[in-house]
C-alpha cells in the first residue's frame, strides 16, 4: 500500500504546529519547529503567511488531520465517507475511525514512539489480533479486541527493552484502552471519545470541505 516517505519534518514546518511525527524527537530541540518554524522551500524564511480563505483554512486542516495519522487521500476519503454513513457528528465519527485503525492503536498503547514506527511494525507482522497474525496497519478494531505482540517477535531486543525497562509503564495510555505491559498486550474496553483526543484539530472544517 502506498505511504508518503519524504521528511516528515517538513510537513510539520509547511502547517506551522508540531505533528508530533516522530516521537521523542519532536519534544527535543531537535525538533524542526524549534529550530527553523517557517515553511520549507527556497524561499521559506522570507514567506510571509498570509490571510487564507476558507477553502484554504478547511484544506490546511484536512491535510493536517491527514498527516497526523499517516494516510494518503484516497484512503483518507474512504474514512470519510465511512464516517459520514455512521450516526452521530461526522466529525468526531472520523477521527474515531482513524483512531480504530491498527497502527494507532498501537502506538496508543506505548509499543511505538510515532505512528510511522507503528505502522512499520505491524506491516513487519510482530502483531496478532485476536490470536490471529495481522500485518495490515489499516485493519480497524473494534471493542473488546485484542492486541498481542507475537511469541516470535518477544525475544527481539527492542520488545525486550519495551519489557525490561518499564518503558510501557511510564507512558499514558488513553483510558479507552487496556494494556497489560507483562503480556505485551492490550484490550480495546470501548470507543474513544472527542475529549479523550489530544489533538489540535477542528475536524469540522474538514466535514465543509468534503461537503462543499
Given amino acids: 500500500m502506498a505511504r508518503y516517505t519524504g521528511p516528515v519534518c517538513k510537513l510539520c514546518r509547511r502547517e506551522g504546529v508540531k505533528l508530533m511525527l516522530k516521537g521523542e524527537r519532536c519534544f527535543s530541540p531537535k525538533c524542526a519547529i524549534e529550530r527553523r518554524n517557517f515553511p520549507p522551500g527556497q524561499h521559506g524564511q522570507s514567506y510571509r503567511r498570509r ?7 478547511q484544506l490546511r486542516e484536512k491535510q493536517k488531520v491527514r498527516r497526523i495519522y499517516g ?5 483518507f476519503r474512504r474514512h470519510f465517507a465511512a464516517a459520514s454513513r455512521m450516526k452521530g457528528i461526522t466529525g468526531s465519527n472520523l477521527l474515531q475511525t482513524l483512531e480504530r485503525r491498527m497502527d494507532n492503536v498501537v502506538y496508543r498503547l506505548g509499543f511505538a514512539d510515532s505512528r510511522s514506527q507503528a505502522r512499520q511494525l505491524v506491516r513487519h507482522g510482530h502483531f496478532m489480533l485476536n490470536g490471529r497474525k495481522t500485518d495490515i496497519p489499516s485493519a480497524l478494531v473494534k471493542v473488546g479486541d485484542e492486541l498481542t505482540v507475537r511469541s516470535q517477535s518477544r ?6 527493552d519495551l519489557d525490561a525497562s518499564g518503558i510501557l509503564r511510564k507512558k499514558g495510555i488513553p483510558e479507552w484502552l487496556l494494556l497489560d505491559p507483562t503480556a505485551l498486550s492490550g484490550r480495546i474496553i470501548r470507543l474513544p471519545e472527542r475529549g479523550e483526543l489530544d489533538l489540535a484539530v477542528n475536524e469540522q472544517l474538514v466535514v465543509e470541505l468534503y461537503s462543499r
Fill in 51 to 57: 490571510q487564507l480563505s476558507d477553502y484554504g483554512v
Fill in 155 to 160: 525475544s527481539r531486543t527492542y520488545f525486550k
Fill in 71 to 75: 494516510v494518503l487521500e484516497r484512503q
